[in-house]
């Protein structure tokens, strides 16, 4: 079973507005850390925002927030006010396990480009 | 200076040859990763060490060895290339012990099998 679901292969936003990616994950480990990746055209890996599984406020990071619903497991990322450069691939993550085993498991990502 | 480096930042191979990627982190980090990207974007967990032991191998094919001399580095040597190793490669680094920090990547290494 995918760990980490990521059911918007692509999305298409205009300029300025707001967006919604959507990520839902399953785990039994009672402690978690769920985070969000950009990687642009370039490729390298872009840490966004974090949200551990214990925090009672959602995450927010500049433009970046999560939606974080545990009891749905969902944690989505929203970018407000979307610029040009927010256009790429969005990935989620899972990092679970125990001390020296922990794993940070992807979902299949998004792909979002901001339309002028 | 760069947290998480890999070289090469490309690669182009023949099938059947033999070659490494290094990756070095100067953050400090106790656990090390390989993470292979393929042509679909999809991120998968190859290997993680832990101060320079294997703990975790997602049943990587056996061609494929991690090596991992100290704590800061983590090599990745790939016997017999064939055309599905094409993908990108990423080193990645985190502390141990702690769920609430990111990992960082490395630039990523492309190979191209032909």
């Known amino acids: 079973a995918q760990k980490i679901t990521q059911t918007q292969p692509g999305m298409f936003v205009q300029e300025k507005e707001a967006v919604t990616l959507d990520c839902t994950y399953d785990?039994?480990?009672?402690?978690?850390?769920l985070f969000w990746y950009k990687q642009p055209s370039s490729g390298e890996m872009i840490f966004l925002i974090y949200q551990g599984s214990y925090d009672q406020q959602n995450a927010t990071e500049g433009r970046y927030s999560l939606n974080f619903q545990k009891a749905r497991k969902s944690a989505n990322l929203v970018i407000s006010a979307s610029q040009l450069g927010d256009s790429a691939m969005y990935f989620c993550a899972m990092r679970e396990g125990n001390f020296g085993n922990e794993k940070l498991t992807f979902g299949t990502g998004t792909r979002l480009t901001i339309i002028p | 200076d760069t947290a998480v480096s890999q070289t090469p930042k490309y690669l182009v191979t023949q099938m059947g040859n033999d070659k490494s990627i290094k990756c070095e982190q100067n953050?400090?980090?106790?656990?090390m990763y390989w993470y292979k990207q393929d042509s679909k974007k999809f991120l998968k967990i190859m290997f993680s060490y832990n101060n320079k032991e294997l703990i975790i191998n997602e049943t990587v094919p056996n061609r494929f060895s991690p090596k991992s001399p100290d704590k800061a580095h983590l090599n990745l040597h790939i016997n017999s290339l064939e055309l599905g190793d094409s993908a990108v490669y990423f080193c990645?680094?985190?502390?141990?012990?702690?769920?609430?920090?990111?990992?960082?990547f490395g630039q990523g290494t492309r190979l191209t099998v032909v």
């Open positions: 785990t039994s480990d009672p402690s978690y850390g």
């Open positions: 990645a680094s985190s502390p141990t012990g702690t769920k609430d920090t990111e990992a960082f």
């Open positions: 953050l400090g980090h106790d656990t």
